[in-house]
C-alpha cells in the first residue's frame, strides 16, 4: 500500500507543475510582486476557515518565532522565483531550480541527521552536471553564454533549500495548514504595502480583475502544492520528499516546449534529460 505522505507528495508535483506554467504567464503580464500577492491574498482567503481552530497555537512564542522565519524565507524565495520566470526560458529556469535538492539534503544531513548512500550522492552528481548543460547556451571552445536568468534561478534555488528545511522545521512543530496560512498573511500584507509604497496598488486591482480566472488557478494550484507537501514533510523524511518533487518541472517544461513553442538546444535537452532522470531514480532508491 503507498504510503499517505507520498501521495501527498506527488499531488504536491502536479500542483507545482501547472502552477509553475501559468506563473510565468502571470511574471510577464503583470509583474513578479503583483503575482506572488495575489497568491498569497487568495491563498490566505481559502484556508482561513480550516484554520480558526489552530490559531491559539500562534500565543506560544517559539511557535510564532519559527513562523516568522519561515514567512521571511518564503517571501525572499517567492520574489527570486518569479523574477527567475520572467527573464528566463521556462524549459531552462525551471531544471535550474533543481539545484534545490542538494541545499535540501545538506541541510538534511546537517541538521536532521540525515543520511544518504553512496548512490544517492552519486545521483546528486549526475543532476548538476544535467544543471550545467541546461544553463549553458553554447558550448563553443570553452566560452560559455550563460542563459538570461540563469543566475537568478541560482539565488532561487538556494532559496528554495532553505524554503524546504524551515518548513520540515516548522510543520514538525505546529500544524502544516496553519503554517501556510501565517506565511501567506503575513506576505500578502508585505507585498500589499510595497505595491501602495511604489503607488502600484490601483494598477494591482486592475490586473486582478482583468486575468481574474487565470490568476485564481494560479493561486489556487499554489496552495494546494504548499499544502500537500507540508503534509507529507510532517510524517517523512526531507531528503527522500524533496528529492521525488524534483520531477515536477516535467510538466512545465513540457507545457513549455509545445505550447509556448519554446526552443532550447540537443545538449540542454541531454541535461533536462540526465537531471530528470537522476531526480526520479533518487526519489526511488
Known amino acids: 500500500?503507498?504510503?499517505?505522505?507520498?501521495?501527498?507528495?506527488?499531488?504536491?508535483?502536479?500542483?507545482?507543475?501547472?502552477?509553475?506554467?501559468?506563473?510565468?504567464?502571470?511574471?510577464?503580464?503583470?509583474g513578479d510582486a503583483e503575482s506572488l500577492a495575489f497568491i498569497m491574498i487568495i491563498g490566505a482567503i481559502i484556508f482561513t476557515p480550516f484554520v480558526i481552530k489552530d490559531i491559539h497555537l500562534l500565543f506560544s512564542k517559539q511557535i510564532l518565532w519559527i513562523i516568522a522565519l519561515v514567512s521571511v524565507v518564503h517571501l525572499l524565495e517567492g520574489l527570486f522565483y518569479f523574477e527567475s520566470l520572467k527573464e528566463g526560458k521556462l524549459a531552462v529556469?525551471?531544471?535550474?531550480?533543481?539545484?534545490?535538492?542538494?541545499?535540501?539534503?545538506?541541510?538534511?544531513?546537517?541538521?536532521?541527521?540525515?543520511?544518504?548512500?553512496a548512490v544517492q550522492f552519486s545521483l546528486i552528481g549526475a543532476i548538476f552536471i544535467g544543471i550545467f548543460l541546461i544553463s549553458t547556451k553554447k558550448l563553443e571552445h570553452l566560452k560559455i553564454k550563460v542563459e538570461?536568468?540563469?543566475?537568478?534561478?541560482?539565488?532561487?534555488?538556494f532559496f528554495l533549500g532553505l524554503v524546504?528545511?524551515?518548513s520540515a522545521f516548522s510543520v514538525r512543530a505546529?500544524?502544516?495548514?496553519?503554517?501556510?496560512?501565517?506565511?501567506?498573511?503575513?506576505?500578502?500584507?508585505?507585498?500589499?504595502?510595497?505595491?501602495?509604497?511604489?503607488?502600484?496598488?490601483?494598477?494591482?486591482?486592475?490586473?486582478?480583475?482583468?486575468?481574474?480566472?487565470?490568476?485564481?488557478?494560479?493561486?489556487?494550484?499554489?496552495?494546494?502544492?504548499?499544502?500537500?507537501y507540508f503534509y507529507a514533510l510532517k510524517?517523512?523524511?526531507?531528503?527522500?520528499?524533496?528529492?521525488?518533487t524534483e520531477i515536477y518541472p516535467i510538466i512545465p517544461i513540457f507545457l513549455g516546449l509545445f505550447i509556448n513553442r519554446e526552443k532550447i538546444n540537443f545538449h540542454q535537452y541531454i541535461g533536462i534529460g540526465l537531471a530528470l532522470l537522476a531526480a526520479v531514480i533518487l526519489a526511488f532508491i
Open 1 to 30: 500500500m503507498i504510503e499517505l505522505a507520498i501521495i501527498f507528495t506527488f499531488l504536491a508535483v502536479i500542483c507545482w507543475g501547472i502552477e509553475d506554467f501559468l506563473a510565468q504567464k502571470s511574471a510577464r503580464k503583470i
Open 93 to 117: 529556469i525551471d531544471a535550474i531550480f533543481e539545484l534545490e535538492l542538494p541545499v535540501t539534503v545538506l541541510l538534511g544531513i546537517v541538521f536532521f541527521s540525515e543520511s544518504l548512500s
Open 148 to 157: 538570461k536568468g540563469v543566475i537568478m534561478a541560482l539565488i532561487t534555488a
Open 164 to 166: 524546504n528545511f524551515s
Open 174 to 228: 505546529t500544524s502544516p495548514i496553519l503554517v501556510v496560512w501565517i506565511v501567506w498573511v503575513t506576505n500578502a500584507i508585505f507585498l500589499l504595502a510595497y505595491l501602495t509604497y511604489k503607488n502600484k496598488d490601483m494598477q494591482f486591482i486592475r490586473d486582478g480583475w482583468k486575468f481574474k480566472l487565470p490568476i485564481l488557478i494560479m493561486s489556487v494550484f499554489a496552495s494546494l502544492a504548499w499544502v500537500f
Open 235 to 244: 510524517d517523512r523524511e526531507l531528503s527522500i520528499i524533496t528529492a521525488i
